[in-house]
């Protein structure tokens, strides 16, 4: 597995759990635990930035590498 | 690098009172990104609501705001933007506030061409008030007052703004996110009244009497109904029932009302 491209930041206090973000992830990266979304497989992250675009609530910020 | 959202937002303001999944926080943040490509500056820009869901929006943005009364957020900021022509307007509503309740001063503020931006967030449905119709709610759909099924034709706000007279009408959708801040942008740049519709959901008094299972399912329908206009140029009309246009829709260059006031002061003051 390559590199990730991003570092993936789930800011909690925010976040929904309406997993728009973990549905939609071109490569799975993201899933969700419980209510809130969790970084399941950093690795694969593409910097593609559909999560943090989607994301109503402000909950994700995606980190360029 | 992340998009940093926080210096357009009043602090501690966040986290907001929308539902979880609720499309109106991925308008906002297109919103705040086509601001910030403008380079609109804080002081000089008014962002204008009535009341509702969408029109909570303004309250979360550390810019001047006015929330106003029930639907007539374009009839106060008709008013901000001809006692100070050189800010930028920005109304927000839903598509009961724009549409039913405030569809007169909608019209009329399209037919004047002012030079403002109306951004309608239409999730088909009052949500705030209790989830009852509103004149985008889908013919059949179900709403708290149409338990039984909505028979009223729907408006289709793109339209009815171009036949009202808007300069520039555009459509997106809450899940075609990378687009909303470009259509804003446009609409913001564009001079006269540019109608930014965009097709939103809304799980709580919408989706969950509508068969929708999740808010996921609502974002899969946006993604399968919407097509854009160069797209649909190529498509068969049975092709495209049941589909939405994305993108531009509208634009031309006409009179714009301030400039026409401006006018009229002017010839008031030779007479």
Same mark, same amino acid.
């Given at each position: ?65 | ?37 403008? $380079? ?62 405030? $569809? ?168």
């Amino acid at each position: 597995m390559s590199s990730p491209k991003a570092k993936i930041e789930v800011i909690e206090r925010y976040c929904k759990g309406c997993a728009i973000c973990a549905e939609f992830c071109p490569t799975n990266v993201l899933e969700m635990d419980a209510f809130v979304v969790k970084v399941a497989r950093p690795e694969a992250c593409t910097a593609c930035m559909q999560c943090e675009l989607r994301c109503p609530d402000f909950a994700i910020e995606v980190h360029k590498l | 690098m992340a998009y940093d959202y926080a210096k357009h937002i009043r602090p501690g303001k966040l986290p907001h009172i929308w539902c979880p999944g609720c499309g109106h926080g991925i308008a906002m943040k297109g919103m705040i990104r086509a601001i910030d490509a403008c $380079g609109l500056e804080k002081n000089n820009t008014a962002i204008v609501s009535g009341i509702g869901c969408a029109s909570r929006l303004p309250g979360y943005m550390d810019y001047c705001t006015l929330h106003t009364a029930h639907g007539r957020a374009a009839a106060f900021a008709t008013g901000v933007k001809m006692a100070r022509p050189e800010m930028n307007v920005i109304v927000v509503g839903g598509d009961g506030d724009g549409t039913a309740i405030g $569809g007169n001063h909608f019209i009329h503020a399209c037919r004047r061409n002012i030079d403002m931006t109306y951004i309608i967030l239409n999730n088909s449905i009052y949500g705030m008030t209790g989830g009852q119709f509103s004149p985008c709610t889908p013919t059949g759909a179900k709403a708290s007052t149409t338990v039984y099924g909505n028979p009223d034709p729907t408006f289709d706000i793109s339209k009815l703004a171009i036949g009202a007279g808007a300069s520039f009408v555009a459509r997106g959708t809450a899940f075609h996110a990378a687009q909303i801040d470009k259509l804003i942008a446009e609409g913001i740049k564009h001079k006269g009244l540019a109608v930014i519709e965009i097709l939103d959901d809304c799980p709580t008094t919408y989706g969950r009497r509508n068969k929708f299972r999740s808010v996921v399912d609502m974002m899969k329908r946006l993604k399968e109904i919407a097509v854009p206009v160069a797209a649909a140029a190529k498509m068969t009309a049975e092709q495209l029932e049941g589909k939405v246009l994305t993108g531009i829709l509208h634009q031309e260059n006409k009179p714009e009302y301030c400039e026409q006031y401006a006018q009229v002061i002017a010839r008031a003051k030779c007479a």
